[in-house]
């Protein structure tokens, strides 16, 4: 077990006594501090007490990272944002990082302090495991208590709308109710140790490219269905504390001052409690608080603090109705009551079990890695190879991760950092970090009576020549991808398609592991041997990398989101905005609206390289027995078996393939199932009703046509074994 402590025994003792003393309070002088209260009750007694300067003061907060000559702030532990707490009443300071992939450290603001680094969230979303997901975000939450952090700035669920997408890899995948049920499983995980998670951002941040200034344009209906739905699946499982709206904006007024999206949708069809924080940024006004917005975040990249002495002032003149500012106070306070930060206030300075985090993180890389291809069973690997030649990736220092916000340095640092240079408000944050899980340690582990070399891959004729002398070889293909830029286009950069082509010429037994933020092209797929999509894989991607190559798990990914052919194959071949003046507003139309990923490619008929859904296993599975009942919804029921001669999982999948006579595509369910050979399991989904109707805009309603329903059980969107009807009641559902 590894011990560490984040803060300083002072520190920490300073903020106990502060908990303390709020907990002691009599109950008859602080009503709002008896637990036996509802959430609401306790935040609404609390901002009676609250004068006008305090409540300004709970609805703004600095950027606490040290970039652009901002200081960390009095009282600050260091990160992403700091609102200020209010010791007269016993409210404590929200301390705030970055968490999509666990606790960050931006800039290394908390010198030498170290996180579990998460695999990537599609590296999640390939599980298709609830469990898994739900289990790292508890190693955020516990990790973020420890650091003193009480609020975690997590649940990315904006759906991959465009495989060049820098920030595709946070998200999880192009499907809403995969996203939206993966996204809820980990911001409970996070909230069950008392902590506050957010999900983000809210919505249609579908590209980085001109993030600030994109007009994301969709049908009312259409974003109900897609986007909008993600997020409403999940706030429903998850019930986050806090919603983050998005830099860009939609149909016309931004993000964080929309609204319609935040009134109408978030909060009044919803009925959402919590709070809505800022991206860092992302406030262009006082009004904002009117459109929806609660809270100013990273107040120094605004052009002014919007929410601190203008809104003041406009409360005093009667321009901002002062039960607004008293709305947006209560639904922060609800949210900290709702996860215990009264209750069990956070001290900094507890233990961490990076080594239990490791674990967990190494459990989700194995089951999230997808084998692509597998040519006349080249994997597993047998562990009696003679010769492997380990080729290219920094394969020799560890496993790569993706840039920005979400960039998670684990316990000790880096092991290899490439910088990449590069301006702006991001480039700071521009580089490749490898942590120490190497892949080429981990194979030498597993394998060691095998002459196991490296080459670097710089040079095709050394590599050539590696990959010659041995019976296996291994290349790595890495592609670096990071918030505020998007892929120019689906190549592997560097020159790696080449490498690969000319080691896969060289010895047919090529296998690719792929390290990638998301689809990438393949112009070498047909000498490849095999080829491993490991994505960012975290804490101990390299073992879990190992793990698969040499079937020590059975390899059970499937795709999160469909690889393209060609990028053409895409609504928007070029990237909207690029080139453009910085601040030049552009428009991002979405025609797919609804049918975003396999979605359209079914309704278009174009073949992509890999679908949604798809990854082969070492073993082989069989559906059979489909049972389907209608009524108010669908319900599907089926067997897995099996039929292989070694263990595995499987990820069935449900899909809805016609609605009343429409047809159409649609995931309705999931699950993950782990076999025995020769083992069945009865699996039984239930729809959600919404997955098999249309959201009509003008009445504000979810609409069922009643009819036949047509579902398919398979192994992705491609490959459908079964199939069945039954009959759905016309009905209409709540927004």
Not at 129 to 144: D, P
Not at 456 to 484: C, H, P
């Amino acid at each position: 077990m590894t011990l560490h402590r984040s803060l300083s025994l002072a520190s920490s003792l300073a903020v106990l006594a502060f908990a303390l003393a709020a907990q002691a309070a009599a109950p008859s002088t602080r009503p709002w501090a008896d637990p036996k209260l509802s959430p609401d009750v306790r935040a609404a007694l609390l901002d009676k007490e609250l004068t006008l300067d305090e409540r300004i003061g709970l609805v703004h907060g600095p950027m606490s990272m040290p970039i652009f000559g901002i200081k960390k702030p009095e009282g600050a532990i260091g990160s992403a944002g700091y609102i200020p707490g209010i010791p007269r009443l016993g409210v404590p300071a929200l301390q705030e990082s970055d968490a999509s992939l666990g606790v960050t450290n931006p800039l290394g603001v908390r010198p030498g302090d170290g996180a579990t680094a998460l695999p990537s969230g599609l590296a999640q979303a390939a599980t298709f495991n609830t469990r898994l997901i739900y289990e790292g975000g508890a190693v955020v939450g516990r990790e973020a208590r420890a650091k003193g952090f009480n609020v975690q700035l997590a649940g990315g669920v904006n759906l991959a709308r465009d495989p060049r997408n820098g920030r595709n890899f946070e998200y999880l995948g192009e499907d809403p109710w995969l996203a939206g049920t993966l996204a809820g499983a980990a911001i409970k995980g996070i909230q069950d140790q008392g902590v506050v998670s957010t999900i983000k951002h809210f919505s249609l941040n579908g590209q980085e490219t001109g993030r600030m200034s994109a007009n994301s344009v969709i049908e009312a209906g259409a974003h109900r269905e897609s986007d909008l739905l993600a997020f409403q699946i999940a706030i429903e499982k998850g019930q986050p504390g806090s919603v983050m709206c998005a830099y860009n904006l939609v149909n016309g007024d931004y993000s964080c001052g929309n609204s319609h999206l935040l009134n109408d949708v978030l909060k009044r069809d919803w009925g959402y409690k919590g709070w809505v924080m800022s991206d860092w940024g992302a406030v262009h006004a006082t009004d904002y608080i009117v459109k929806g917005l609660d809270q100013q975040s990273g107040e120094q990249l605004d052009a002014k603090i919007w929410f601190g002495e203008p809104l003041k002032v406009a409360i005093e003149k009667g321009e901002v109705p002062a039960a607004r500012l008293s709305d947006a106070a209560r639904r922060i306070l609800r949210s900290m009551f709702a996860a215990g930060l009264f209750d069990k206030p956070v001290t900094p300075g507890g233990a961490v079990d990076y080594d239990a985090g490791a674990e967990t993180a190494r459990a989700a890389a194995a089951e999230g890695i997808v084998l692509l291809k597998n040519r006349e069973g080249l994997l597993p690997l047998a562990k009696t190879a003679k010769t492997i030649a380990v080729i290219g990736g920094h394969a020799d220092a560890g496993v790569l991760s993706g840039g920005g916000s979400s960039q998670v340095v684990p316990p000790g640092g880096a092991q290899r950092v490439v910088p990449l240079g590069g301006e702006g408000m991001m480039g700071p944050f521009r580089s490749q970090y490898f942590n120490g899980s190497s892949p080429l340690a981990a194979i030498r582990k597993v394998a060691p009576g095998a002459k196991v070399t490296f080459d670097d891959g710089r040079y095709l004729s050394s590599a050539v020549t590696a990959a010659k002398a041995a019976d296996i070889v291994v290349v790595f293909g890495n592609q670096w991808m990071g918030e505020g830029e998007d892929a120019p286009d689906l190549s592997l950069p560097n020159g790696q398609d080449a490498l690969i082509a000319a080691v896969a010429a060289a010895n047919p037994n090529t296998i690719v592991v792929l390290q990638t933020g998301g689809p990438v092209s393949m112009p070498w797929l047909g000498q490849a041997g095999a080829v491993v999509e490991a994505w960012y894989s975290g804490a101990k991607g390299g073992e879990a990398i190992a793990d698969v190559l040499f079937g020590e798990v059975d390899a059970s990914g499937r795709l999160p989101m469909t690889f393209p052919a060609a990028i053409d194959q895409y609504p928007r071949a070029e990237l909207p905005g690029l080139g453009l003046p910085e601040k030049t507003q552009f428009d991002v139309v979405y025609s797919e609206g609804a049918d975003v990923g396999y979605r359209r490619f079914v309704t278009s008929g174009q073949k992509p390289l890999f679908p949604f859904g798809h990854g082969l296993s070492y073993t082989r599975f069989a559906y059979s027995n489909l049972k389907v009942t209608g009524g108010d919804t669908l319900t599907v029921s089926f067997d897995v078996a099996n039929t292989g001669a070694r263990a595995g999982k499987d990820a069935p999948q449900v899909y809805l393939t016609g609605a009343a006579g429409k047809a159409l595509q649609r995931l309705i369910g999931f699950e993950k199932v782990a076999l025995a050979p020769g083992e069945t399991r009865h699996v039984t989904v239930t729809a959600d009703p919404r997955l098999l109707g249309a959201f009509d805009a003008k009445a504000n309603r979810w609409s069922l046509t009643g009819g036949d329903y047509q579902v398919a059980v398979g192994a992705s969107s491609a490959d459908l074994a079964l199939k069945g009807a039954a009959k759905v009641k016309a009905r209409t559902l709540k927004p």
